[in-house]
């Protein structure tokens, strides 16, 4: 097999595995598996002799060690499914080769254009092999583009036993765009010390902070009476959760806010004259910011019922996950080697946050730290979703630089 990370790319992205966050199960959506099974199959054949899907839809498989002293074990890691947002089925997968520059109108839908305005990154893809779809779906640059690159790196480590490494662990996860990704995985089985996602976007990019996050249930008990006799006896649940939006802050919220400010965001509403039920997720970068912003809007929903004395509600909150650099902080060296490996692989290291989370959020808090490396992909969850090839060789360059670094360090 000699696929280039383009080849495997364009092999993936055609195979629908969107999740689904109103399934029970896990995976969330059998066809999930399809891929997995794939993947394995192309482990086995370039090596990888102990690749295999659990019952879950977790693909695990070993590169062992080829030092002759003790490294770290490292992991990569990518998901495999794709966001609900946007259908992912019959993915028509475009290349643009050697991109000129300018906007790239779609082909299977013209009203749906990538526009530079848009797209800055663009700028910086000049005589590039841009992927796009064609206007119809997603793509699945998030996250089949790390796929590929974890694969295509596998299969360079197994070609050439003169790169010394230690023991590197792969695992691919799914429903990691439902919350779920890390939900059945067994990190004893993995046996790695630390890990990394590759789930980022523009090449060079390394993050070590996330959100912290929860969600928020409001229920909210009305009085029901018959519209014909409800003068100053009716209160409509629906009225008084429309109420509490409206006292949202406008300044703390996902569309007026950017970079470290944390949000209140109203994500789902349903309810009748005497229930109502209110969904919303809480975003900050500390737990104090958190704590704050549900304060916030407990208040909010009190004082929104004191005008209404007959109603009752219940208010929950439910952890999602934390600000993973809590944990990577302890363990400077995950993130310097990354550095190392960038720089090496021929760009300039940038370190940031993302204003959401990974699979490695969640996974540092149950003892595996996992910062997040590039993957090149920008526009994700939409279809104007793309990737260029070189990015994509260039994630391909930092893993393999990223192994020798670590055997070098140990």
């Known amino acids: 097999m000699t696929d280039t990370v383009l080849d495997r790319f364009l092999r993936y992205v055609v195979i629908d595995t969107q999740s689904d966050p109103s399934s029970s199960t896990q995976p969330t959506t059998e066809k999930q598996k399809n891929l997995g099974r794939l993947l ?16 879950h839809g977790y693909v695990y498989a070993t590169i062992p060690a080829n030092s002759d002293k003790p490294v770290p074990v490292i992991c990569f890691c990518s998901h495999m499914d794709t966001a609900p947002d946007f259908t992912g089925t019959d993915v028509k997968p475009q290349i643009v080769r050697n991109y000129a520059g300018g906007d790239i109108q779609l082909t299977g839908d013209p009203s749906r254009v990538i526009r530079i305005s848009e797209h800055p990154e663009l700028k910086n893809q000049i005589g590039n092999d841009i992927v796009t779809t064609d206007g119809t779906t997603l793509l699945g640059a998030d996250d089949k583009a790390g796929l590929a690159e974890i694969m295509t790196a596998a299969q360079i480590l197994v070609d050439n036993p003169e790169i010394r490494h230690g ?7 799914p429903d990691e ?36 996050a929860d969600g928020v249930e409001i229920d909210i008990s009305g ?3 018959h519209p ?20 949202l802050p406008r300044d703390i919220a996902p569309e007026t806010t950017e970079g470290k400010q944390g949000f209140i965001h109203p994500v789902d509403l349903n309810g009748s004259m005497e ?30 019922l004191s005008a209404y004395p007959g109603s009752t509600y219940r208010f929950e909150v439910k952890e999602q996950y934390r600000n993973m650099k809590v944990v990577l902080d302890r363990h400077p060296e995950i993130v310097d080697n990354a550095i190392e490996a960038v ?9 940031g946050s993302i204003r959401g989370g990974t699979d490695g959020s969640r996974l540092s808090f149950m003892g595996l730290p996992c910062p997040n490396i590039f993957a090149g992909g920008h ?32």
Request: hydrophobic residues 45%; glycine residues 6%; charged residues 30%.
């Open 177 to 212: 765009e439902v919350g779920r990704g890390v939900n059945k995985v067994d990190l004893q089985k993995l046996g790695a010390d630390f890990a990394y996602t590759m789930d980022g976007e523009t090449s060079g990019h390394i993050e070590d902070e996330t959100f912290s």
């Open 40 to 55: 394995v199959d192309e482990l086995l054949k370039i090596g990888v002799a102990d690749a295999h899907l659990d019952e």
């Open 167 to 173: 023991t590197i662990k792969i695992l691919f996860t």
């Open 379 to 410: 526009a994700f969850h939409s279809p104007l979703e793309w990737v260029s090839r070189q990015d994509m060789e260039k994630a391909v360059r930092t893993i393999v630089e990223l192994a020798k670094v670590w055997e070098e360090r140990a």
């Open 228 to 247: 014909g006799f409800a003068k100053n006896r009716m209160e409509n649940a629906i009225k008084i959760a429309g109420a509490i939006i409206d006292r």
């Open 343 to 351: 720089r090496r692989a021929g760009m300039t290291p940038v370190r």
């Open 223 to 225: 009085v029901a009476i």
């Open 275 to 304: 229930k109502a039920a209110l969904s919303l997720i809480i975003r900050d970068f500390t737990e104090e910011g958190l704590v704050e912003k549900e304060a916030m809007l407990e208040a909010i929903v009190k004082d929104v």
